[in-house]
């Protein structure tokens, strides 16, 4: 009897547990509409309320004051466990890209089940589910300031991607999954009479200045993994390959950029993800309840994949931050690369845009690898004026080491003299590549510059971003552009020795 009675509590209990799971705005109207910032915000509250391993906080505002909300998974306090693999999810950097804020709401609703509790006893999750809520509200791409956040991870000039890069290096997370969406509508594929049709894509880091076991692994290991994930509970999935048509253009594994949000951490050899879903093809609401879903199945089967293989992640990133850490002048770092075949062939899934039926196409000119064609010798640090406000300032917002200058006995400093400036394609876009000649530098007043180190987790990034003939630099930004003048000398020196 006394038995009965327990069973009968406990199934009470699971009953009420049961009932109080939350339904997101999004499930609530039926997949009829996205959430607004207020639902979003009022669910975030409701999920904080009734869940004890996940608070929520706010890590800044957008450009017109609307919060960014931090949904943070752990057991204990979060980030202290170092035998937990630190994991961040981001979505809508793109305002009008809505399931992959749906997606990411979907997710945590799931995730304060006790059922999936168990993923957190080997992971510390956060979840961002709306970094651009301004764009959201309006249904566009950019933010109020009318920027892309997703090429603005180097300069920083915009409240969300400062928030956002505060939050990372307070936790240092070790995985990241940038989530978008992908519009497979162009006019150029309608031409062609085909289109791409998986339900999600996924991309793994690319610059090949990444460590490359981290590059390895993520393309050999996780990201089958994840793609498979995702066909089982069954969306199509494929690896994310922008370029085509074929036969109109090559077909390549994404950009090599470090300004958005997979590679700027990527570059600190955080293994960084890009997952993207599809956008509707007439209305952006169209198909919302299975954009929704197959964004979070996505997201699922990372968290599934860390929970296996944690242990080999943490140590990929701890061995390649310390190698940043460690960086010593003269080893090579990439400025310049591109896309080149390997001799695979790629079977390209495609939907025919009138009949619907699928069809598979055979790519000639297909391009996965990403190569260097043009390296820099890794100075002992860089030197800058410290009444370049704008450089400093950039110093600052990217929160780089540095400290006053206080040359060696000997010093070997060298500078770029400016002979003149081409151009080079960086896919499919014309960038300015300067002519540049290496020669000593006069002796500087030490107190006027502050020295830069190399040995440093942003290693990879600042010597891409200061190296004049680098494609990723400050000077392709039109902010910095000005510091390329024919016939001067570039204003950031190197100090050899
Ligand atoms: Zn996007």
Redesign the pocket.
Known sequence: MKQLLLTLMAMALFATTNSQELATPLEKNKFAKPTTYNQLSDFVHELDSSSGIMRSEIIGQSVEGRNLYALKFSTGEFGADNSKTRVLILAQ??GN?QSGKEGALLLASRLIRPENSYLFEKIDLTIIPQVNPDGSEVNKRRNAHDMDL?RNHLILTEPETKALHRFFEQYLFEVTMDV??YSPFGDDWKKYGYRKNAAVTLGVNTNVNIADDIRKFSNEEAAPFILKYISDKGYSSFVYCPGGPPGVDYIRHSTFDINDGRQSFGILNTVSFIQEGMNGEDTYIENLQKRCDSQAAGMMALLEFIYVNGEKIRQLVTDGRKTLLNAKPGKNVSVQAGHFSDGRKLSLPLVSCSTKTDTMVEVADYRPVVKSTYDVERPLGYLIAKNNTELMDWLRVQTINFKDYQPSKHPKIERYFIRDTDSIDFERDMIINPIVETSPAEPVTPSDYVFIPIGQLKSNLIAQALEPKSMLGLITYKQFAHLIKTGTYYPVLRVIK
């Open positions: 950097q793109h890209e997703n978008h969406e």
